[in-house]
């Protein structure tokens, strides 16, 4: 068969570096073919690239890729396919499948097919009914040899995976999960006596990672510890690049249990990695600068309020001293140095969180962006500038989110997004858009079930709009289907409320925090982009590129 055109492997972007030992690399097709057999078998993220230079030289001095290299080069392309190039990776998975068919690999066939099932927009049932087939034939052809230990494991896991992010649709999510718990327990069992093999304790650190997930809600100790023993596999496999989803999961499990300074070394270990040739993707980066982010949020929160207890006993031990010895007035006056210490430390927190929100925000940008995370990002860092009264730089910055809201189709994220651009608006000297912004915020909010937030919307873009010289309700709005000024008891708050009144520099209006978060309520076992199982962040783990990669 004849070398397929090297277009087929740029389906991808390429998210990684040109791949180990670039500098060096060899220009005889047949050493980069065997670069590119060695990168597949080891499972590199760098495999994908290594193909496509093999595929080139081979094409350029007149030679084929075999049906077997051909597959593994396909499978490695679709692995690679991320951003406006995902949906092309499950037709590269069932070509591959098809390939390795006609080089009799029977149990790598079975993988792709398994891949390309899970690469799908979001597999339902019927996709799961079609996985247990699959790894029931995998069973039976590793009982007779025509199926290796990874390639069953790997059918098995993808299986788990679909499992996993199905548990919310189960009648009981509870129940199913603990029978997903037992079988990932099996599959580990079944894999264990094989882990001398590289490729199985790949496998074995991806399905410690998953029962770790879906033992995190339940049983944070248990969950921790399989996600250490996963980093261990990890490691065991012989991957020398970083295991990001692992990362992030036990970092959510310490800061859920309080650890957040280890949380926090973790995560900035992770995105130092101490092998250079394999960095970071630019989302896996995003994604844990954002878990940084929140973990330092999160520790500096628990720091002061310890140091609010501290003081609130260091205070009452002091005033039974002093009513006995009469130095009250003296104590009083001391007071106020004690909390001069406090503001420093806030300052630094806030400003290590402002950087890491900021470098988020880069390495969202490009062709493979995560859009979701990218929206994520950018209006965190907006409302981070806004908090500090730098409403220019978060007014742009919330200009960009919304778009991204708006394709996901998430409604919370739209109204937050649009209410703080409306602040940001009317703190710039701007009421008249500042209205408009939180009656299009109110639009939104009304349909949910409960009515307070699009209430309180309403009220304050009322409120706005009076500061505009306008007064009376908020006129109405083309695509809301009529006025937003829904709430019969609206007039009598509107000048109760907080922000801004005339723009000045006073801070935001409280009723923003109250908004929901984005991309909530979250399902129990699914888990965010913080790594959180059950978190309020935007399912990363339900993503169609997350339930594959990682199965090398």
Do not use: N
């Not at 390795?100 to 097919?113: M, Y």
């Not at 199985?200 to 410690?208: E, G, I, N, P």
């Not at 981070?384 to 910055?397: K, N, Q, T, V």
């Not at 739209?414 to 703080?420: F, I, K």
Request: charged fraction near 25%.
């Amino acid at each position: 068969m004849s070398s397929r055109s090297p277009d087929e492997f740029r389906l991808g972007v390429r998210p990684y570096d040109r791949g180990a030992g670039t500098g060096d690399e060899p220009e005889d097709p047949h050493e980069l073919l065997h670069r590119a057999r060695r990168l597949t078998v080891h499972g590199h993220p760098g495999a994908g690239s290594a193909w496509e230079r093999a595929a080139t030289a081979l094409r350029r001095a007149g030679g084929v890729l075999t049906p077997g290299d051909h597959a593994d080069a396909l499978d490695a392309t679709a692995l690679d396919c991320r951003g406006a190039a995902r949906p092309a990776a499950g037709p590269l998975f069932f070509r591959a499948a098809d390939l390795h068919e006609r080089a009799g690999q029977r149990g790598k066939a079975l993988v792709s097919r398994a891949r390309a099932l899970v690469a799908g927009p979001g597999p339902g049932a019927t996709a799961c009914a079609r996985l247990a087939e699959l790894c029931e034939r995998a069973s039976a052809l590793h009982r007779v040899g025509q199926a290796g230990a990874a390639e069953t494991a790997t059918v098995r896991l993808l299986h788990g995976r679909v499992r996993a992010d199905l548990l919310g649709t189960a009648p009981d999510p509870a129940a199913e999960a603990a029978a997903l718990r037992e079988d990932l327990a099996r599959l580990i069992a079944f894999a264990a006596p094989h882990r001398a093999d590289p490729a199985v304790a790949r496998v074995l650190a991806d399905t410690r990672a998953l029962l770790g997930r879906i033992t995190a809600p339940d049983d944070p100790a248990a969950a921790e510890a399989q996600l250490r023993a996963a980093l261990d596999d990890h490691r065991a496999g012989g991957r020398t690049w970083p295991a990001t989803e692992h990362h992030l999961l036990l970092s959510a499990v310490l800061r859920a249990t309080g650890a957040h300074e280890e949380a926090a070394a973790l995560l900035r270990a992770a995105l130092v990695p101490q092998v250079t040739d394999t960095p970071l993707r630019a989302a896996d980066r995003a994604r844990l600068c954002l878990a940084l982010a929140r973990t330092v949020a999160g520790s500096g929160e628990q720091g002061r309020t310890a140091r609010s207890a501290e003081k609130a006993a260091g205070a009452a031990e002091a005033e039974g001293a002093l009513e006995a010895a009469a130095e009250t007035a003296e104590a009083l006056e001391e007071e106020p140095a004690e909390e001069l210490e406090e503001p420093e430390e806030t300052a630094q927190e806030d400003g290590e969180r402002l950087a890491l929100l900021a470098e988020a925000v880069r390495h969202t940008e490009g062709p493979a962006r995560d859009v979701r995370v990218g929206a994520l990002a950018r209006l965190l860092l907006g409302v981070a500038h806004a908090e500090r009264g730098g409403w220019g730089r978060a007014l742009a910055l919330l200009e960009q989110a919304l778009p991204g809201f708006q394709d996901d189709g998430d409604a919370a994220g739209r109204v937050r997004t649009r209410a703080w651009l409306a602040e940001c608006l009317l703190h710039l000297g701007e009421p008249g858009r500042a209205a408009r912004e939180y009656a299009l915020a109110a639009a939104a909010a009304r349909p949910w079930g409960d009515p307070r937030p699009g209430a309180a919307l309403s009220r304050r873009a009322e409120h706005v709009l009076g500061l505009a010289g306008t007064r009376g309700p908020v006129p109405e709005i083309c695509g809301t289907g009529g006025t937003v000024y829904a709430d019969a008891k609206a007039g009598t708050g509107a000048s109760a409320e907080g922000g801004a009144p005339d723009g000045g520099a006073r801070g935001a209006w409280p009723g923003l925090r109250a908004l929901p978060e984005p991309f909530g309520p979250p399902e129990r076992y699914q888990v965010d982009v913080y790594g959180e199982v059950g978190g309020a962040g935007p399912q990363a783990a339900t993503a169609p590129g997350t339930r594959v990669q990682g199965c090398e």
